[in-house]
């Protein structure tokens, strides 16, 4: 009986500590859902969600940097590692690596999870599928964020999750 009640014991640490292999998937919606949350009957979050909603769509989605001034100010602090502040900055590292596709309607290709507005903020919440470090025949998903702070409807300031690259391995002798 005892050992059998350490064997259980036992297995209920190992199952209890061994990390986990399955996951819920995040999941986003898109079109006029995810057009939807990027609303508020507040009018001054409205119109910040509205700015971050055409950032989402017409810059990101749609790489249509050249109506960058109209949602984004010229001073635009970037806390992405990756891209210097300013809105010039800012438009020269996106339109370096992609081309302007038709403005659409709704968000297409971008799933929404959440859109948070508080005071001059507004946060995007979005699914990401990236390898499994602990297989990399999968997938999973987890959320990435993008975060602005407005000035007078337009992206100010810019927080995100992203980090540098790993660095390349050395080179062989």
């Given at each position: ?12 640490i190992?199952?209890?500590?061994s ?10 919606v ?8 990027f609303?508020?009957?507040d009018?001054?979050l ?6 971050a ?8 989605e ?22 210097v502040?300013g809105r010039?900055p ?11 596709s038709?403005?659409p309607?709704?968000l ?13 903020l507004v946060?995007?919440v ?10 990399p ?7 990435w ?19 540098l690259p790993a660095?390349p391995?050395p080179?062989?002798?």
């Open positions: 009986m005892k050992t059998q009640l350490a064997l259980l014991i036992s297995l209920a190992l199952t209890a500590c990390p986990a292999i399955s996951q819920e998937p995040v999941v986003g898109t079109g006029a859902e995810a057009d939807a949350l609303a508020s009957k009018p001054k409205n119109v910040n969600k509205q700015a909603y055409h950032i989402m769509k017409d810059l990101l749609a790489n249509h940097w050249e109506l960058a001034d109209k949602w984004i100010t010229p001073e635009y602090h970037q806390h992405n590692p990756m891209v502040s010039d800012v438009v020269k590292f996106f339109t370096s690596f992609t081309k302007p038709d403005i309607e709704h297409t290709k971008t799933k929404i999870v959440a859109v948070v507005a508080e005071g001059d946060i995007v979005t699914p990401r599928e990236l390898t499994n470090p602990r297989d025949s999968k997938k999973y998903t987890t959320s964020f993008d975060m602005w702070r407005f000035k007078d409807g337009k992206a100010d300031e810019h927080w995100d999750g992203a980090t660095p391995p080179k062989a002798n």
